[in-house]
């Protein structure tokens, strides 16, 4: 079973901190993704990544940054955290192997920026 | 522009009733699509996934779908819904040809609710 694991739950944070989201996946995948989830507006991709050290840009990227230093690991990074901001934050994981880069995702992070 | 529209944001329904959920998408050149659900308190998860041949897919838990490449639509149905069905339910396109990235365009989601 693939396994995909974000390092909260929950987090509160004050408008300005810098925040750490992380993502570790078990699956030896290649690509890996930041999504964020709001209420009608479905999942929006953030960043992604296709392989250590490299990362491009989604529909989102403002606010933001990734850093995936190890294959199995991929953080979001908020620079200074703003209060829209607030959201359901989502990392998945796939290989890159075309036809089969089904995206596998953990459980989320719910942040509440304060 | 690329696009997925979900029709459909929440949708209510008593046991036994059939579902059909509308997708339509707007992506250039061959694509894979997908339908995501997320049960309450859960994972994101793969229901099914249409990549080529047979335009009806066939998913977990009863789902299926049907590709309609002239319409431009992947709706997803079941012919008799049960409360455990109760989730959000999302559209995913992503192109299929050699450039492919594995990025997913994903639709608004539909909130299913199921009455016992």
């Known amino acids: 079973d693939v396994k995909v694991t974000q390092s909260s739950r929950y987090l509160v944070k004050r408008t300005g901190e810098k925040v750490f989201l992380e993502c570790v996946q078990d699956?030896?995948?290649?690509?890996m993704f930041w999504y964020r989830q709001d209420p009608g507006l479905g999942l929006r991709l953030i960043y992604f990544?296709?392989?250590?050290?490299?990362?491009e840009k989604g529909d989102i990227p403002e606010g933001y940054s990734v850093s995936r230093e190890k294959k199995e690991r991929f953080s979001l990074i908020l620079e200074s955290a703003s209060t829209n901001q607030t959201s359901m934050y989502l990392c998945a994981s796939s290989p890159a192997v075309p036809r089969k880069n089904i995206q596998y995702f953990g459980a989320g992070t719910r942040l509440s920026v304060l | 522009a690329q696009s997925v529209s979900q029709h459909n944001h929440h949708v209510i329904l008593s046991e036994a009733a059939s579902l059909e959920l509308g997708c339509n998408y707007s992506?250039?050149?061959?694509?894979?699509l997908f339908w995501y659900v997320q049960y309450p308190g859960q994972h994101l998860q793969l229901l099914l996934k249409y990549f080529s041949g047979d335009p009806l897919v066939k998913g977990i838990k009863g789902f299926e779908a049907e590709f309609i490449k002239s319409k431009f639509s992947f709706n997803l149905r079941k012919p008799s819904v049960q409360w455990s069905d109760t989730a959000e339910y999302f559209c995913a396109v992503n192109g299929a040809g050699s450039s492919n990235t594995g990025k997913l365009l994903f639709g608004q989601g539909t909130t299913l609710q199921v009455k016992p």
């Open positions: 992506y250039g050149g061959t694509v894979n």
């Open positions: 990544s296709y392989d250590v050290k490299m990362k």
């Open positions: 699956m030896d995948h290649e690509n």
